[in-house]
């Protein structure tokens, strides 16, 4: 699986988030470029990024950073 995700810093939130099955590789591609582009010209400063793995679970336990809170990552280190 392939995970789109936009990501804003400065709250610590994610603000898009989107699967794609293996076989549209290409389609999350262009749809992450087309984001990139579209933040650009609005001038949002966000983080977007095209993550690989083999399911959502997997993709939450190798990027928590995206999806808990500072004072949870401390917790669990």
Excluded at 7 to 35: C, H, K, M, Q, W
Excluded at 40 to 49: A, F, N
Aim: hydrophobic fraction near 40%; charge should be negative; charged fraction near 35%.
């Amino acid at each position: 699986m392939l995970f789109l995700i936009e990501y804003d810093r400065g709250r610590g939130d994610i603000v898009t988030f989107r699967s794609f099955p293996d076989s549209e590789r290409e389609a999350a591609g262009n749809s992450r470029l087309e984001l990139e582009l579209e933040l650009s010209r609005q001038g949002q400063e966000r983080e977007v990024v095209l993550l690989e793995a083999a399911s959502e679970e997997a993709l939450r336990l190798t990027h928590r950073r995206y999806f808990e809170n500072l004072s949870e990552l401390v917790k669990a280190s």
